[in-house]
């Protein structure tokens, strides 16, 4: 039903700047709780951000707090994640992910999430 397509990810320096990109095809993405999350090789899969549907409430790992910012468009059905102040541990694979919020928590735990991106890799280097 919903289909998430990232872009964005790079190989940039300590102290550098990204900006993700996920776009959702589906008529409902307004209604989704989305989400980031990474996965560095050897290590298990974590929450980073996560925003409502409406863009009043969001969350953040406390390592990203204060440099990465979620945002998203509706009309454009994308989410966004400004990555500023890059550092080498922000190095990983970065997933995007949908969640319908039926249960209403927030943010969602990662198994309660419907669709997921691809993944796209950012690597920072020292």
């Known amino acids: 039903q919903v289909q998430l397509v990232e872009s964005g990810g790079g190989l940039v320096q300590a102290g550098d700047s990204l900006r993700l990109s996920c776009t959702a095809s589906?008529?409902?993405?307004?209604?989704?709780?989305m989400g980031w999350f990474r996965q560095a090789p050897g290590k298990e899969r974590e929450s980073v951000a996560a925003?409502?549907?409406?863009?009043?409430?969001?969350y953040y790992a406390g390592s990203v707090k204060g440099r990465f910012t979620i945002s998203r468009d509706n009309a454009k059905n994308t989410v966004y994640l400004q990555m500023n102040s890059l550092k080498p541990e922000d190095t990983s694979v970065y997933y995007c992910a949908a969640d319908k919020g039926i249960r209403g928590v927030f943010p969602p735990p990662e198994y309660e999430y419907d669709y997921w991106g691809q993944g796209t890799q950012v690597t920072v280097s020292s």
């Open positions: 589906g008529r409902t993405f307004s209604s989704y709780v």
């Open positions: 925003i409502t549907w409406s863009g009043g409430n969001t």
